[in-house]
């Protein structure tokens, strides 16, 4: 399903229903011509805090959202975060898109490690919102 929103054209939904990240964006993810997988979510009212940026939680979720949407591309087993880390470089503000990029790093039978950039373009150059790795694991399909 792709988003309305003009500032998300060519993006569009990724994945099943999520409530909780359904709720916290929604996040959308495209991909380009290269093969690069970009995902973003315009950041509202509700995803800033007291002091008018957006909140580090959010940007986290996002972060994570974006782990799995990277790696997205012919896996189809279910998958979970074990292990997130991020570093937080500058602030993004409401009416902003927020985008992510990002690599696999190394893949294993059950693991793949990650790491991205969360950004915001500022023409001519893009501002480094966070930066993010995180391993995910192949889990076992419930029984």
């Known amino acids: 399903m792709s988003s309305e929103n003009p500032k998300l054209a060519g993006y569009e939904k990724f994945g099943d229903i999520d409530p909780f990240e359904d709720h916290a964006g929604p996040f959308y993810r495209r991909i380009l011509p290269s093969g690069e997988i970009l995902c973003a979510f315009e950041a509202q009212t ?57 690599d696999i790093v190394r893949q294993t039978k059950s693991l793949i490690f990650i790491r991205g950039q ?22 076992r399909e419930k029984a």
């Open 118 to 139: 969360v950004f915001v373009r500022e023409e001519p150059e893009e501002k480094l919102v966070l930066n993010f790795s995180g391993i995910i694991k192949k889990a």
């Open 46 to 102: 509700q995803h800033c805090n007291n002091a008018g940026s957006v909140h580090g939680g959010m940007l986290m979720t996002f972060a994570d959202y974006a782990l799995f949407a990277l790696t997205s591309t012919g896996l189809h087993s279910p998958m979970v975060t074990i292990s997130f880390n991020a570093e937080f470089t500058a602030p993004a503000f409401a009416g902003e898109l927020v985008e992510a990029r990002g």
